[in-house]
């Protein structure tokens, strides 16, 4: 079988190349599992396809700002029209109301400023209204870093970013950090992840004084939820270990010394793929990939390739003891429950999640005794379809869809394959469906027991949400009787989702 070969990150450029040229990344797949594991083991690779329709889209600079937004003592400079800044001062009220007894600071701005491109400025440039931001952000917030996200208007003028940031930084005592997130880049939003990776370790992270051989850097973006924070926490202390959050809602100087970790550990493959590269690539910092600390063999998987590192086999290996001993019987019972409310069937559920997720979702949805009926990611890396194989070899075919959020393709599969259950990312959109719908993650700010999926007992949390959704649905009947199709009979005619879809 062919292995995904990858060329070494040249971390000296402006910033990443597009994901789709450095991975081969597609974002329109629809088929079986074993056709996609088929075409993998021949060498055929990930086939691109263009659409003629898109619903709906996403933005690099979207992708960037609702992340690095939260760097707790940085502030956010989106150089562009004001309208790029939409929705970023919800970020600061989502956070307000965890308990700071879970660890919450007390303290956090989250403030963003825009350059405030005008017509003229398109016309005859920003440099100079950047600079003016720059010099503003400093001095309004005394800040250890300033991040500038670039908007499509920056890069169609071309302003150069790099030159206002080497000539204004003798005189600023923040860090300035440019990412180059222009909406227009990549038809793959998760280049956004790769180019805020980028400037984060080109501009931020230094050198090791030090190893820390009890510290672990954790990927955790908008779906590591705090609720995950905290249990995950709560297990590295039983352990002697302690976790680094980053980037989302790390301070600058836990950015600054992730060079010092013992391993960077996974929770979510598009977002920390780049990132964990480039900090082994620049300072040595092992990593692994997978498995995801989701569900009980992942978890102690997971925990099992920290200890490599960390020299804590023996006390990571009474932890996975002690909490499978925990679980098991109440995971059990809940099974029990669980085919109880399906009368004696095996419920069946559409996964639609990021890539770590669809991959490991299956293994956890398997000790749940779910049956996956499909799984469905914005997009898929050569390096998933490895993972994707030899959940094949365990768990059998299923089918793989990938779709950019359209949730019209969704719609098609969720109509033909009618599932017991749907569980989505808040991002996946909203349309009708005939099974229940059970959230895959919430986001970052809910810190609520439910909101805990990973790791050992987020597999009951999890199968306590599916019990609930598969006990009570008769909302979901109602709305599926009562609400019109928000699309044609013909639509659902079509042989496949990607009826919209032709190779090149």
């Known amino acids: ?55 709906s889209g996403g933005c690099l600079l979207t992708q960037t700002v609702m992340r690095l937004v939260t760097i707790r003592d940085s502030i956010l400079i989106i150089h562009g029209p004001v309208g790029c800044s939409q929705g970023t001062n919800g970020y600061r009220e989502m956070f307000q109301k965890i308990p700071l007894a879970l660890g919450k600071p007390q303290e956090f701005e989250l403030a963003v400023l825009s350059s405030n491109l005008s017509e003229s400025d398109i016309v005859f440039g920003g440099e100079k209204k950047l600079r003016q931001a720059i010099i503003e952000a400093n001095a309004r917030y005394n800040p250890k870093s300033i991040i500038i996200a670039t908007s499509c208007a920056s890069g169609v003028m071309g302003d150069d970013i790099e030159g206002v940031v080497d000539s204004i930084q003798p005189e600023i005592q923040a860090s300035l950090v440019p990412v180059h997130c222009e909406g227009f880049r990549s038809k793959i939003n998760q280049t956004a992840f790769d180019a805020s990776s980028h400037a984060i370790v080109k501009y931020l992270v230094k050198p090791p004084k030090k190893k820390q051989k009890d510290l672990v850097n954790i990927i955790a973006p908008f779906s590591v939820t705090w609720a995950d924070r905290v249990e995950i926490n709560r297990l590295f202390a039983k352990v002697g270990l302690r976790a680094n959050y980053v980037p989302d809602f790390a301070t600058t100087e836990e950015l600054e010394t992730m060079s010092e970790a013992a391993v960077t550990a996974p929770t979510c493959a598009s977002y920390g793929e780049y990132l964990q590269r480039a900090l082994f690539e620049k300072f040595g910092v092992p990593y692994f990939r997978e498995p995801g600390p989701l569900g009980l063999q992942n978890t102690a998987d997971w925990f099992r390739e920290i200890a490599k590192h960390t020299g804590k086999e023996k006390e990571i290996e009474a932890l996975i003891e002690e909490e499978i001993s925990i679980v098991t019987p109440l995971l059990e019972e809940l099974k029990k429950n669980l085919k109880a409310s399906m009368n004696g069937k095996e419920a069946s559920i559409f996964v639609a999640a990021g890539q770590l997720r669809i991959a490991f979702i299956p293994r956890l949805a398997a000790e749940l005794g779910i049956k996956v ?88 949390n999890y199968g306590y949400i599916v019990q609930r959704s598969l006990q009570n649905q008769s ?29 090149l």
Request: proline share 6%; aromatic share 12%.
């Open 373 to 460: 009926a499909a799984i469905s990611s914005r997009e898929i890396d050569p390096y998933i379809v490895e993972d994707l194989v030899k959940v094949h070899e365990e768990l059998g075919d299923f089918e793989v869809h990938s779709s950019d959020e359209q949730p019209f393709e969704h719609s098609h599969m969720l109509n033909r394959l009618k599932p017991d259950l749907y569980t989505g990312c808040p991002f996946m959109g909203v349309y009708k469906r005939e099974g229940s719908q059970v959230r895959n993650h919430s986001f970052r700010s809910d810190f609520s027991i439910p909101a805990n999926q990973f790791v050992f007992r987020g597999i009951l």
């Open 475 to 503: 909302l979901t009947r109602t709305l599926h009787a009562k609400t019109p199709s928000p699309y044609k009979s013909w639509w659902y005619e079509q042989p496949d989702a990607l009826a919209y879809s032709k190779a």
């Open 1 to 55: 079988m062919p292995q995904f070969k990858e060329e070494k990150l040249d971390l000296d450029s402006k910033t990443s190349p597009k994901r789709e040229d450095r991975l081969g990344t597609i974002k329109n797949y629809a088929g079986s599992l074993s056709d996609l594991v088929e075409d993998y083991k021949s060498g055929k690779g990930l086939e691109w396809r263009n659409r003629t329709f898109e619903q």
